[in-house]
């Protein structure tokens, strides 16, 4: 049985799964509707994925697009930083509504500085590690973040197919996890829809990210139930 893991309002528990759809996939010319959709719907979580066009080969957005997505939601706010030196910038991603804000292990040479301005800023912390980076690197940082985020494709665009590799990964995460004692959520991004979610799920993640599959569905309330329940 897995325990219990308080995370601000939500309990996730093995039979609680969360669904974060990644407003990367919405469409910009309606942010506010598209966030109301999310809203109303079954997911928990709301997933901002901000790239700087140096960490990862893209650039998608930045503090402007947080606060019509924060007035159009009360849902937890979940911002990925695809960015370097995440601790430039951390605490005006909390000022602008950011809950629970992940950075990538990679793109900081002070990870624990990193936690602590977060922390210390208000908001849930997570780290992130790219497919290639094993997750040992994660083990001394693990009983200070709330969250860490697997990524299942390269970061920098959605609509990528899920890494196999990662379900391993997962899995021996949650040994890990289990080993020292703690209640730290996986949440595991890209790639995932309905087809594999359960797989994912099963490998030990508690939140599961998804864009593509959730915004190029005919229906993306409908597809959101669907991946909670695959
Ligand atoms: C990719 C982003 C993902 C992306 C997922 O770098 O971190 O959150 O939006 O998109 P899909 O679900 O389409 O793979
Ligand atoms: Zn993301």
Same mark, same amino acid.
């Given at each position: 049985?897995?325990?219990?893991?308080?995370?601000?309002?939500?309990?996730?528990?093995?039979?609680?799964? @969360?669904?974060?759809?990644?407003?990367? $996939?919405?469409?910009?010319?309606?942010?506010?509707?598209?966030?109301?959709? @999310?809203?109303?719907?079954?997911?928990?979580? +709301?997933? @901002?994925? #901000?790239?700087?066009?140096?960490?990862?080969?893209?650039?998608?957005?930045?503090?402007?697009?947080?606060?019509?997505?924060?007035?159009?939601?009360?849902?937890?706010?979940?911002?990925?930083?695809?960015?370097?030196?995440?601790?430039?910038?951390?605490?005006?991603?909390?000022?602008?509504?950011?809950?629970?804000?992940?950075?990538?292990?990679?793109?900081?040479?002070?990870?624990?500085?990193?936690?602590?301005?977060?922390?210390?800023?208000?908001?849930?912390?997570?780290?992130?590690?790219?497919?290639?980076?094993? #997750?040992?690197?994660?083990?001394?940082?693990?009983?200070?973040?709330?969250? +860490?985020?697997?990524? $299942? #494709?390269?970061?920098?665009?959605?609509?990528?197919?899920?890494?196999?590799?990662?379900?391993?990964?997962? $899995?021996?995460?949650?040994?890990?996890?289990?080993?020292?004692?703690?209640?730290?959520?996986?949440?595991?991004?890209?790639?995932?829809?309905?087809?594999?979610?359960?797989?994912?799920?099963?490998?030990?993640?508690?939140?599961?990210?998804?864009?593509?599959?959730?915004?190029?569905?005919?229906?993306?309330?409908?597809?959101? #139930?669907?991946?909670?329940?695959?």
């Amino acid at each position: 049985m897995q325990s219990e893991k308080k995370f601000t309002d939500f309990t996730v528990t093995a039979m609680n799964r @969360i669904i974060a759809p990644s407003m990367l $996939s919405a469409d910009f010319g309606h942010l506010e509707r598209d966030t109301r959709m @999310i809203d109303a719907s079954a997911a928990q979580w +709301v997933h @901002i994925d #901000v790239m700087d066009g140096v960490f990862v080969p893209n650039i998608s957005f930045g503090f402007p697009v947080m606060k019509p997505i924060r007035r159009a939601t009360s849902k937890l706010l979940d911002v990925h930083l695809m960015i370097v030196d995440p601790e430039r910038y951390v605490e005006r991603f909390v000022e602008e509504g950011a809950d629970l804000v992940t950075f990538h292990q990679e793109a900081t040479s002070d990870p624990m500085g990193c936690i602590e301005r977060i922390r210390k800023a208000g908001a849930r912390v997570g780290i992130s590690i790219k497919p290639a980076t094993g #997750v040992e690197t994660l083990c001394d940082l693990l009983p200070y973040v709330d969250l +860490v985020l697997v990524m $299942s #494709v390269e970061p920098g665009f959605g609509g990528q197919s899920f890494i196999e590799g990662s379900l391993a990964k997962i $899995s021996q995460l949650r040994k890990m996890i289990r080993e020292q004692g703690l209640d730290t959520i996986i949440e595991v991004d890209g790639g995932i829809s309905a087809r594999n979610a359960r797989a994912v799920y099963d490998a030990g993640a508690d939140a599961l990210v998804a864009g593509s599959a959730v915004f190029k569905a005919e229906d993306p309330a409908a597809e959101i #139930v669907r991946i909670l329940e695959a």
